[in-house]
């Protein structure tokens, strides 16, 4: 995994995707079929699209030979990206009527881990026998108290920048875009504690 790459190509999914969401809800406005076609259905769908470039630049920490690249060769093979983008989607549908899941900081790091869960199983099918894909209690604790940081963080700080950024652009209703980008970014390291859960199984199996 290499940090010069990984960065820059994370910052700038998750800016283009949170950017792309805000434009088309500020066009939207005030035309309720579109506006619900666009929170309910298109929105999520590039948020998914995002992730998954997102989970593609972390999803290499597992195993040191392997790059993003491999990701998106794996995911695609056999059309299993398709079946993947169907899962988050209606994974998405599901959390949103869990409590406590349902906020975007929980929801988005279980779409995340999911994807990173399957793509380790299409890739790493013949180990399967040896290798758990749910995490261990340590890890899970660690993943646990990570988002639930992660939760206040983003309560705390999302209002201010938005605030700051409607300012700043002379617009109005920058709280979602912001608020998903923050989301985004603050599960990275949710991932990356799954990730080297897989990579230590996937270590002493080789």
């Not at 999520?44 to 790059?67: E, H, K, M």
């Not at 690249?69 to 009527?97: K, P």
Request: include cysteine.
């Amino acid at each position: 995994m290499n940090l010069f790459w990984v960065i820059p190509i994370t910052a700038a999914s998750v800016v283009a995707g949170t950017s792309l969401c805000f434009y088309l809800l500020f066009q939207a406005r005030g035309v309720a079929a579109s506006l619900w076609l666009l929170e309910h259905i298109l929105c999520p769908i590039i948020r998914i699209i995002v992730l998954l470039v997102v989970v593609s630049q972390i999803y290499p920490s597992i195993d040191a030979n392997s790059t993003s690249v491999d990701f998106w060769r794996i995911l695609f093979r056999h059309g299993q990206g398709s079946d993947l983008i169907n899962i988050l989607f209606f994974a998405g549908l599901l959390l949103a009527f869990i409590p406590i899941v349902d906020h975007p900081v929980f929801a988005l790091s279980m779409q995340s881990l999911l994807t990173i869960a399957l793509v380790f199983r299409w890739q790493y099918l013949e180990y399967l026998s040896t290798l758990l894909l749910f995490p261990s209690a340590a890890t899970l604790a660690k993943i646990v108290a990570y988002m639930t940081l992660a939760y206040f963080v983003t309560t705390r700080a999302s209002i201010p920048i938005s605030r700051w950024i409607d300012h700043r652009l002379a617009i109005s209703g920058s709280i979602r875009p912001t608020s998903d980008a923050i989301y985004m970014l603050l599960q990275i390291p949710v991932m990356l504690i799954y990730c080297s859960f897989l990579g230590s199984q996937l270590a002493r199996a080789g």
